[in-house]
């Protein structure tokens, strides 16, 4: 059973272009979630998701960060206009529920991303 | 808001226990984890413990939890070189959003 995918592992994008990171949910999985962690810090929660709908988007930024989940396909995590201070690992996590709650989340490997 | 907080370093021999601690600040917290992450790696989950839990063991790995004290700690049994990494406490109130501490970079005397 795969684990949770990312992709890419590691983003290069100069400042003022567009960030588009992806994340495939470990099989029989429907809820994502977004973290992100810069350098030397723990992983801060950006946005949780179901597929189509946004849950819980209390940790993302107002401006240039949006979050989907398709129906088909991997959830996308779009950053515009990236700055230099967008220069992180972004997680993504997934999890099942069990009566209604989620306990375990598991995480993909991480999108590193550099801007330049 | 919430506040978990974790000592940065810690330092064992071989062989050893470590224990990593770690507190938190949100009364509501039902579940609480502990992660691990290898250099360039995502977190791998360790263990949890509900809230109503005192503790729990796993094979070397045993959680201690305070919850009049807001404290939780991991206790690694016989240390081995391959538990260097970066330990992370994290809570939930069940709200499906978990916050972390900053993490414990545990590094293992050979």
């Known amino acids: 059973n795969a684990g949770v995918m990312q992709n890419p592992r590691h983003l290069v994008r100069r400042r003022g272009q567009e960030a588009r990171l992806r994340c495939s949910p470990m099989k029989g999985h429907s809820h994502v979630y977004w973290y992100r962690q810069l350098p030397e810090e723990g992983l801060k929660f950006m946005v949780y998701l179901q597929k189509e709908n946004i849950i819980d988007e209390s940790g993302m930024p107002k401006e240039r960060f949006s979050a989907e989940f398709p129906k088909e396909g991997p959830s996308i995590l779009r950053i515009q206009q990236v700055v230099r201070g967008d220069s992180a690992a972004y997680f993504c996590?997934?999890?099942?529920?069990?009566?209604?709650?989620?306990?375990?989340?598991?995480f993909g490997p991480g999108t590193r991303l550099t801007v330049t | 808001g919430e506040d978990v907080e974790q000592s940065l370093f810690l330092s064992v021999r071989e062989g050893d226990s470590s224990v990593i601690n770690c507190t938190y600040t949100d009364s509501s917290s039902t579940y609480l984890y502990w992660y691990k992450q290898e250099p360039g790696a995502g977190l791998q989950l360790l263990t949890y413990?509900?809230?109503?839990?005192d503790m729990k063991q796993d094979q070397r790995l045993t959680v201690l939890l305070n919850k009049k004290d807001k404290h939780l700690s991991l206790r690694i049994a016989d240390t081995q070189t391959g538990d260097s990494a970066i330990y992370f406490c994290a809570e939930s109130s069940g709200a499906n959003n978990l916050f972390f501490g900053t993490g414990t970079r545990l590094t293992v005397i050979p």
């Open positions: 996590a997934s999890s099942s529920t069990v009566g209604g709650v989620s306990y375990e989340q598991y």
């Open positions: 413990i509900f809230s109503n839990m």
